[in-house]
């Protein structure tokens, strides 16, 4: 079969841009926040302009380790008892049981949702899990899949983009009026290939790595994203910015 690039790109989008003269409501994901976090530039073309970034295939592996976690702790969350990782690393919490888990995992369709007020932008983001602590607060919690020798960590510094994720989704809960524990949790899953063979199963160690989040600049991110938004100028590329680099690079090729 053969795959074309329209078949996961479109060079020009026209569907959920932004207008500057429309007075509803506009949504804003987690992963639009990281973008604008990422590169002001690379956030403009996209939700201004429909002209975004080429998302990669979609991971299946991590996809269904995500499904299995769930299946796994919701177990403990009907039972109301912690699940063996929790007692493992002294975490004295138990799933969190709400009736709108379902929704507050759906990124496309819901999502925990909030509408800041001062700039009209309904941020939205998808869980995937979260921990009820002994006080009765919210634990945010992530689950994350890799493979690779060395133990995980939260060090590298791409995984700040991890650490964010995690403070917008304390920063929703607590507007949502949920008191929210400042450790947040990703429950790190590290495919193993030291096996003597596959035998059709891949083994995972299982680690839980707290993180100790602040989410106050979320409130000043939610204003930067909208004065960028109502502006009529494409902003500076971040300096870091791979794909802006890129751009640069290849129109200066088709200009000689």
């Known amino acids: 079969m053969t795959t074309n690039v329209s078949d996961f790109y479109r060079p020009q989008r026209t569907r959920n841009l932004f207008n500057p003269e429309s007075p509803e409501a506009y949504r804003i994901s987690r992963n639009k926040i990281e973008l604008f976090q990422d590169c002001p530039r690379c956030f403009y073309l996209d939700r201004r302009k429909g002209v975004g970034r080429i998302n990669p295939p979609g991971y299946s592996l ?54 800041h007020g001062a700039t009209n932008l309904l941020v939205t983001g998808g869980i995937d899990d979260a921990w009820k602590s002994g006080r009765g607060w919210i634990h945010v919690v992530d689950y ?19 650490k964010r994720q995690a403070e917008i989704y304390q920063w929703l809960f607590e507007r949502n009026g949920f008191d929210v524990e400042p450790v947040a949790y990703f429950v790190y899953c590290n495919g193993q290939t030291d096996r003597e063979a596959f035998d059709a199963r891949l083994e995972f160690d299982v680690t839980v790595l707290p993180y100790t989040g602040d989410w106050s600049w979320v409130d000043g991110a939610m204003h930067g994203i909208k004065a960028c938004l109502m502006s009529d100028n494409v902003p500076p590329a971040a300096e870091s910015c791979d794909w802006c680099a890129y751009r640069a690079a290849v129109s200066a090729h088709l200009q000689d």
């Open 62 to 115: 991590n996809s269904a380790v995500d499904t299995l976690l769930k299946k796994e702790f919701d177990v403990h969350r009907a039972a109301g008892t912690p699940h063996p990782l929790m007692r493992r690393y002294g975490i004295d919490a138990v799933p969190f049981a709400h009736d709108r888990l379902e929704e507050w995992r759906d990124a496309l369709r819901g999502g925990v949702t909030h509408l």
């Open 144 to 162: 994350k899949s890799t493979s690779k020798k060395d133990e995980p960590t939260l060090d590298a510094p791409w995984q700040i983009g991890y």
